[in-house]
């Protein structure tokens, strides 16, 4: 008789619920349909949407098949190695966050002033707003991190460089 898998911790539900959002944010912001996605990773729609949504029953191999269908990869990290000051600093070229908080980036909140009620965005809202306020964007004013999120944001969902900012 097989053995009963343990019941998860809070953390690791809280963690595996992160990771789901952030394949389903993955997924939508490519613009594909759950049907289309879970064929790819090989697996039902059913399947694609209990991971969407962290249940921590479904196997460690089709939450791989997922992830690799929607061009994702997962990193491990050792929570001893928390420490900041001994941390290698974390590449975050091609990296979108899966809302984009309007308070850590003032260019994009300056151009977001007809946004009212929410302190976060979608990939696609933030990609939107830069894309149709480009003309008003100050790009010297712009941070590192802020040249990153604009960069990461059109590789990966699409936008139009050629509207201007070719430096960025």
Sequence with gaps: MPAHA???SDQ???????LGEQIRARRKALRVSSTAAAEAAGMSRVTLHRIEKGEPSVAGGAWANAMVALGMTLLAKNTEDADVSSASPVDLTDWIPVRVRLADYPQLKALAWQVHGTDTLTPMEALGIYERNVRHLDTAAMSPEEQAL?????TGLGGGASVGMSNV
Excluded at 150 to 154: H, S
């Design 6 to 8: 343990p019941p998860p």
């Design 12 to 18: 690791s539900t809280a963690q595996l619920q992160a």
């Design 150 to 154: 604009l960069q990461a944001l059109r």
